[in-house]
């Protein structure tokens, strides 16, 4: 979908547009101007920052591709962009019941220490860490939306786990965030068009590891024969979880992942007022949803998804700060 007017179209209605895909963190600095130092040349870290540049442009680019052009937006009887809090609510409350751990509960467990702290970052309900919570770590919660982190601390209150709770933006409220043994970040990225700066941030919080959860495919990637067939707009197939990793990889990550599939939980539009919600995301209103259902009818929305568990350790770093003389 391209337009000049267009806005985001977000999963959660917000998206961070923050700074630029380009800016290097404090490691990849010092990284660049060791190298530059000892060549005398920027040949090798020309070509890191030019992969990162090509992979965190692939990725802004990419979701930049799902803006909703201004005319069909400004068409809209609703705004499109809206989140329902008994989804997260919903997620978490389910995190806690189900009697498995997922594979990036696991994850996360597997380097944290007894009584140790997790830092859930775009906590929505808590579906990341109140589980870890409740087997005894420390959390701290942050997401840009109030409304959010009073579900956070309500879930977290009866089930007995203590929480802290940041409300803002991720990473500009970075600064005033405490470090973790364990970072988490589950069902966010898609809504960060800068996603290197973003990951910085997660990655010098964490102690000892970052877990990042995210879907194969973009969340909304199930409306694209809808929006084809209703507006005639071609949404792009990417960014894929593939893309995501490709950041991490060009940040000297050393990501690790696993493949796995879970019950749809993030959408919120398979319930029985589902066709009126993909009708609100699709900007139109009840004198369409006859041409809306037999679309639907003939692609359902999924009920099961692919996802991706994403990680990396502290002490897997491909480039070591302490590695490194000071500039
Ligand atoms: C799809 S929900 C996922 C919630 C939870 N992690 C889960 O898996 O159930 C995304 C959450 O991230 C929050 N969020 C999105 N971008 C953010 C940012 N840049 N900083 C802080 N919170 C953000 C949203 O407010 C929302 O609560």
């Not at 179209?9 to 404090?26: E, N, R």
């Not at 400004?74 to 009697?99: C, G, I, K």
């Not at 940041?166 to 990473?171: A, C, D, H, Y």
């Not at 589950?186 to 996603?195: D, F, K, R, S």
Request: glycine fraction near 10%; charge should be negative.
């Amino acid at each position: 979908m391209r337009d000049a007017a267009a806005s985001r179209l977000g999963t959660g209605g917000t998206a961070a547009l923050v700074g630029s895909p380009f800016v290097l963190g404090p490691s990849r600095r010092r990284a660049a101007a060791l190298d530059e130092r000892e060549n005398g040349t920027v040949s090798k870290d020309e070509v890191a920052v030019t992969e990162l540049g090509r992979a965190a442009r692939r990725w802004s680019d990419l979701l930049q591709g799902w803006a909703i052009p201004g005319p069909v937006l400004a068409s809209a009887p609703e705004p499109p962009y809206f989140f329902d809090p008994e989804v997260f609510e919903h997620a978490a409350a389910e995190a806690l019941a189900r009697d498995v751990d997922t594979v990036s509960d696991s994850v996360a467990r597997e380097l944290l220490p007894a009584g140790g702290s997790v830092l859930d970052v775009g906590a929505g309900g808590g579906a990341a860490s109140l589980r870890l919570g409740a087997g005894g770590a420390r959390v701290v919660g942050v997401d840009q939306s109030r409304e959010l982190l009073d579900v956070f601390r309500s879930l977290a209150s009866s089930a007995g786990v203590r929480v802290g709770a940041f409300e803002g933006s991720w990473p500009e409220i970075a600064g005033s965030v405490p470090s973790a043994d364990v970072v988490v970040c589950h069902n966010v990225v898609y809504n960060v068009a800068c996603l290197a700066e973003f990951v910085e941030a997660l990655d010098a919080h964490a102690k000892r590891r970052v877990v990042v959860e995210l879907t194969a495919e973009h969340p909304l990637s199930w409306t694209r024969p809808y929006w084809k067939a209703l507006h005639g707009l071609v949404v792009p197939d990417g960014p894929t979880a593939d893309d995501a990793v490709a950041v991490l990889a060009a940040l000297g990550l050393a990501p690790q992942l696993q493949r796995w599939t879970r019950v749809v939980q993030m959408v919120g539009e398979t319930g029985p007022d589902g066709l009126s919600k993909i009708a609100r995301r699709l900007c139109i209103g009840p004198d369409r949803y006859d041409e809306l259902r037999r679309v639907v009818a003939e692609v359902p929305p999924p009920t099961r998804r692919d996802v991706v568990t994403v990680w990396w350790d502290k002490r897997r770093r491909a480039w070591s700060d302490s590695e490194l003389p000071p500039v």
